[in-house]
């Protein structure tokens, strides 16, 4: 029973990545429906390191604030300190594999970072830099 239960976790993880590139391709169709064009890891890659300043605050803010820069290592919530798990499918097989929970991180990362929501194109740009970690 135990070599089956380790024969069914190895199965289950080589079918997430699978599962990721399926999911990410169907939203950067979407995404290119709505005026996004040629996604490039580049253009996420500056947002991720670029500071916001919090209009209410003036608090700066970054993706990796929460995030970490390395997408393979595991964040921290900047405001209740809750660990955040790697953001790399290669290290975490369940990222980008749920179309909702990606649009409600997009929906709430970018409020709190940015003061508004990402735009067609920085959502597919961040999907590309996140599916090649």
Not at 60 to 67: D, G, L, M
Not at 82 to 105: F, G, Q, Y
Request: charged content about 30%.
């Amino acid at each position: 029973m135990k070599h089956f239960a380790v024969a069914l976790a190895g199965l289950a993880l080589a079918i997430a990545p699978a599962a990721a590139n399926d999911v990410v391709s169907k939203l950067l169709k979407q995404y290119e429906s709505q005026g996004g064009a040629r996604f490039t890891s580049a253009s996420a890659e500056s947002l991720w390191s670029r500071e916001f300043r919090d209009a209410k605050t003036g608090e700066a803010r970054r993706c990796s604030t929460c995030h970490s820069e390395d997408l393979r290592r595991a964040g921290k919530h900047a405001t209740t300190g809750k660990s955040i798990e790697p953001l790399a499918p290669s290290v975490n097989p369940k990222r980008l594999t749920d179309p909702e929970h990606i649009e409600k991180w997009f929906s709430r990362n970018c409020k709190w970072t940015f003061g508004r929501e990402c735009t067609p194109q920085e959502k597919g740009d961040f999907l590309v830099m996140i599916r090649a970690r």
